[in-house]
């Protein structure tokens, strides 16, 4: 069983900028894929960003690349998502997830652990 739990969310301005990030409890943290993903109220879960296992590879969602950037330790087991230049419609509750692979995904559906959401609200 792997717990994950996000911090740093808050209140910006567009335009502004916030460090998310996302502690795991997992015991071998390098076998674990994150992905960070986000859920406006209304809409559909969304893929924001995925780092494999040991953080050699990294695939962003088209919207976010350029203002994200996601970054592992897992000698502190833990997963960061540095955003900035957000902007009002990226106001969301922003999830980390893990997934026992070294393949990287986007779909939510194959992720096995996730965390409780914190919540980033943008205002114009």
């Known amino acids: 069983q792997v717990q994950l739990v996000e911090s740093g969310g808050g209140h910006v301005q567009a335009g502004g900028s916030l460090r998310l990030s996302c502690a795991a409890s997992a015991a071998t943290f390098s076998n674990y894929g994150v992905g960070w993903f986000r859920q406006a109220p209304g809409k559909e879960r969304e893929f924001v960003v995925g780092?494999?296992?040991?953080?050699?590879?990294?695939y962003y969602a088209d919207s976010v690349k350029g203002r994200f950037t996601i970054s592992r330790d897992n000698s502190k087991k833990t997963v960061s998502l540095q955003i900035n230049s957000l902007e009002p419609e990226e106001t969301a509750v922003y999830y980390c997830?893990?997934?026992?692979?070294?393949?990287?995904?986007?779909?939510?559906?194959?992720?096995?652990?996730w965390g409780q959401g914190t919540q980033v609200t943008v205002a114009s």
């Open positions: 780092i494999s296992s040991i953080g050699e590879r990294i």
């Open positions: 997830a893990a997934r026992r692979s070294m393949q990287l995904v986007t779909t939510p559906l194959l992720y096995d652990y």
